[in-house]
């Protein structure tokens, strides 16, 4: 496994491939690896004829009191999960933004609701910086988590509508042996914390109950789910559509419920696709 730090060499290289006929698959990261991220390099190794993963903490993707300055790091551990996992380079610059850089990208619609409700600049940051990696790793196919699926909703709708030439994938949730989606942050979890994080997937599973027993009212199934939640403060619980992630007053097609909490200073999010009901 190769280690490349500059931008520029990154470039230069997967172009080169390119220019060969190769396909590059990517994988995205922040760092802190865990099991969810080594499903997507996964995914994605036997799709490709190079395998980059990167590896950048995004500061545009963090609002003014968010944890960039505390966000867990681990580069030791991550090069060796990335190299048990097929990596062939792995991209970690120390910084992605140039001095002057101004351009920011923006997707209208997706980003305005759930998480978007209350970080109003994440997702401009998350776009703007999957752009620029679009752009320096020349990828044919890119592997995204379903357990930020707003993040994959966007993700795929910039790449359609700027007719970015890359495969996007939508990978599974990973979750660990109690139900908690994994995530990089359950680091800070206390051991109470942690014990009543699993509400959060318990309050989610029931909705998926809920519907299997043919209850399809949006507004009774979300009323239920708050009652089974212990958290120090619930940003949202939220029924939408599976494609467009449009309110809807009842589950009538292809749709998913979404989930985030507070414990502490920690904000996790989950979310879990409902069964179709029988009359859809």
């Known amino acids: 496994m190769k280690t490349i730090c500059d931008p520029l060499e990154m470039q230069r290289a997967a172009l080169a491939w390119r220019a060969q006929g190769k396909s590059i ?7 802190f690896l865990h099991a969810g991220h080594t499903s997507l390099m996964d995914i994605a190794r036997p799709k490709c004829d190079i395998l980059v993963v990167s590896i950048f903490v995004n500061p545009l993707q963090f609002g003014p009191s968010e944890d ?5 790091h681990d580069p030791d551990g991550d090069a060796v999960k990335c190299q048990e996992h097929g990596t062939d380079v792995l991209f970690m610059p120390p910084e992605l933004y140039p001095d002057g850089h101004a351009t920011r990208v923006r997707v209208n619609g997706l980003t305005e609701w759930l998480c978007g409700s209350d970080r109003p600049t994440h997702f401009e940051g998350v776009t703007t910086v999957v752009a620029r990696l679009f752009g320096l790793v020349q990828p044919t196919v890119a592997v995204f988590g379903q357990k930020d699926y707003q993040q994959l909703a ?24 109690d139900g908690v989606a994994l995530s990089s942050r359950n680091k800070y979890l206390s051991d109470t914390q942690r014990s009543r994080a699993r509400t959060l997937s318990a309050a989610l599973r029931g909705v998926l109950a ?24 619930v940003d ?5 559509d599976a494609d467009d992630l449009s309110p809807m007053p009842s589950v009538d097609r292809a749709a998913r419920v979404f989930g985030a909490a507070r414990y502490g200073t920690t904000r996790l999010i989950d979310n879990m696709a409902l069964p179709l009901p029988a009359n859809a």
């Open 25 to 31: 698959g990517f994988v995205p990261t922040m760092g």
């Open 236 to 240: 949202y619980i939220e029924i939408r």
């Open 68 to 72: 960039l300055d505390q966000y867990p």
């Open 210 to 233: 809920d519907v299997a027993a043919g209850e399809t009212h949006v507004a009774t199934l979300l009323e239920t789910a708050r009652t089974r939640l212990d958290a120090d403060t």
């Open 154 to 177: 966007v993700v795929r709708r910039m790449t359609l509508d700027l007719a970015l030439p890359v495969e996007i994938i939508g990978a599974p949730l990973i979750r660990d042996d």
